[in-house]
């Protein structure tokens, strides 16, 4: 399975969005993040659909978490870029070809159905399990504080 490129940048988006108290605008965040406005655009327009973020207007105006970091979780952003629709969809080849199964004995999902949906129920439950405030905390113990006061530092001279 391919999750989109976008689900990570929207994932790096929702941890910038903790380091500032103020809505932080689209074009400082793919300026931040190097990467095209239009593209970061449509990641954080899927996160507001989502009720992720919120979007201000105006001249302080950005984009701004909904929610505590810590009650966003990483499924919650991948389903809003994403869908929420499965990774796999059964098309049933076994009732084809030749020595198709009649439909009478297709009662229950066949067993790589089975063994797709398991993988996907076992990867939504660890992308259920971590929160947005668990990335930001990661990063404070891997590569360090430094790193989000950095991000914090630079948006805020930003602003001035």
């Known amino acids: 399975?391919?999750?989109?490129?976008?689900?990570?940048?929207?994932?790096?988006c929702c941890v910038v969005l903790t380091t500032s108290s103020?809505?932080?605008?689209?074009?400082?965040?793919?300026?931040?993040?190097?990467?095209?406005?239009?593209?970061l655009a449509k990641q954080l327009q899927a996160l507001s659909r989502a009720g992720?973020?919120?979007?201000?207007?105006?001249?302080s105006g950005g984009y701004a978490l909904t929610r505590d970091p810590g009650t966003i979780t990483v499924l919650d952003v991948v389903e809003a870029v994403a869908g929420t629709g499965p990774a796999f969809v059964c098309t049933e080849v076994r009732q084809r070809g030749p020595v198709a199964a009649p439909a009478s004995a297709c009662?229950?999902?066949?067993?790589?159905a089975r063994a797709m949906a398991a993988a996907e129920t076992a990867w939504r439950e660890v992308l259920a399990a971590v929160t947005i405030a668990d990335l930001t905390r990661d990063i404070d113990a891997g590569p360090g504080p430094q790193v989000l006061n950095g991000i914090r530092a630079w948006l805020t001279a930003q602003d001035d």
């Not at 399975?1 to 790096?12: D, N, S, T």
């Not at 103020?22 to 095209?36: G, I, N």
């Open 22 to 39: 103020q809505p932080v605008p689209a074009a400082r965040l793919a300026e931040l993040h190097d990467v095209s406005g239009s593209y």
């Open 1 to 12: 399975m391919r999750i989109p490129g976008g689900v990570e940048w929207a994932l790096h």
């Open 52 to 59: 992720l973020v919120r979007s201000t207007q105006g001249k």
């Open 107 to 112: 009662t229950l999902p066949c067993t790589i």
